[in-house]
DNA sequence: TCAATAGTTCAATAAACATTGAACATAGGA
DNA sequence: TCCTATGTTCAATGTTTATTGAACTATTGA
């Protein structure tokens, strides 16, 4: 339980596989939660996005984000720590991840997405 | 069977639903085909999409593609044309389709998508 | 009127997906 | 050493999805 999952090399990303992550709402609210807060750090642990679903879940939920490539866990201690693999989907597919997040971003309240004051909360 | 069927319109668009239908490698692929061939026609009927998939399960794609507001169809005695819906997607999520389909172009092999002069060929 | 063309509808099927809770593993602090 | 916090794994469940083929509808042209 203690060693780093596997992730997909650069290369490995795949279109299809990164859309339909990205269409979950539960999953693009994660995605969309760590761009905001990639301003004050890069990273985030799991128990920073209780709020979007159950434990157990949400393993899944982070499961399929690393599988396609979107994001990356690194462990530390009992935490995991998760960024978005920001260079790497730009070097793939320039410009989709961030007009997802805009698009995200614009239908914010639809979508039930944290604002950035509620994210930048303390921990 | 003849009458136009029902459309969302802009404002009934939704990004999850929309990533959705662009992460099926079919879908996708029609999408694709469309926009291929805007300079020559903004349209294509059904029939020129038979080379991805068997007539049922291209109504079937079609009828998701139209209920997410990625296509629009519009009857014309046996024939549907299909169309797409570039200005509203544009209005509803900026630069998102362009993303996307760049995307696209950029993994067209990986994907297998018709290349430009396929997609032209006489109709 | 008849046949061919274009596409839809429906039912069946198998696979993938999201969700849940219980049991488990691990690291760190009292 | 034991307790707690963090997160994973596994099995079970119900839902949605993609795909197929057969039957059907509607329009066009001979």
Chains 1, 2 share one sequence.
Do not use: W
Not at 86 to 106: I, Y
């Amino acid at each position: 339980m203690s060693r780093t999952p596997p992730h997909p090399t650069r290369d490995q990303i795949e279109l299809p596989l990164v859309l339909d992550c990205l269409s979950d709402p539960i999953r693009l609210a994660i995605v969309y939660q760590l761009a905001q807060q990639e301003p004050v750090s890069s990273e985030l642990c799991c128990g920073d996005f209780n709020g979007l679903a159950g434990k157990s879940n949400l393993t899944y939920h982070f499961a399929k984000l690393r599988d396609c490539g979107l994001m990356q866990t690194r462990v530390s201690g009992t935490n995991r720590f998760m960024r978005l693999r920001r260079d790497d989907l730009e070097a793939r597919f320039p410009g989709l991840l961030d007009a997802v997040l805009k698009s995200a971003a614009k239908d914010a309240d639809r979508l039930q997405l944290a604002s950035g004051c509620d994210v930048v909360e303390a921990g």
